[in-house]
């Protein structure tokens, strides 16, 4: 199994910035996919950016421009730099993977999730 570990999570004020990170740990052979995704009290939990093994990255329309996602394989960690933060931003983010692990000859598909960080934007 994997285990996300998320870090940088806070208060801020409005125009301010954070990073989140979250680190891979366990039986990992690879790493395909890694994202995150953010849920508000009474808000479905929706996509914030992802990152593939190739480079491509998907952010939602309420990020692009402020958000910025990346990842460093050999340390297995995904980060979010978040600029110009709103109070909209407010929410529980989450730290999402996609991996594959070897059980003998036979590669396990695995959908991996943390137990998320609290951001708070507010004056």
């Known amino acids: 199994q994997v285990q996300l570990v998320e870090s940088g999570g806070g208060l801020v004020q409005p125009g301010g910035s954070l990073t989140l990170s979250c680190v891979a740990s366990g039986t990992i052979f690879t790493i395909n996919t890694m994202g995150w995704y953010r849920q508000a009290p009474g808000k479905q939990r929706e996509l914030v950016a992802t990152i593939t093994d190739s480079g491509s990255i998907n952010y939602a329309d309420s990020v692009k421009g402020r958000f910025t996602i990346s990842r460093d394989n050999a340390k297995k960690t995904v980060y979010l730099q978040m600029n110009s933060l709103k109070p909209g931003d407010t929410a529980v983010y989450l730290c999402?993977?996609?991996?594959?692990?070897?059980?003998?000859?036979?590669?396990?598909?695995?959908?991996?999730w943390g137990q998320g960080t609290q951001v708070t934007i507010s004056s």
């Open positions: 999402n993977v996609h991996s594959l692990s070897l059980d003998g000859i036979v590669p396990r598909s695995l959908d991996s």
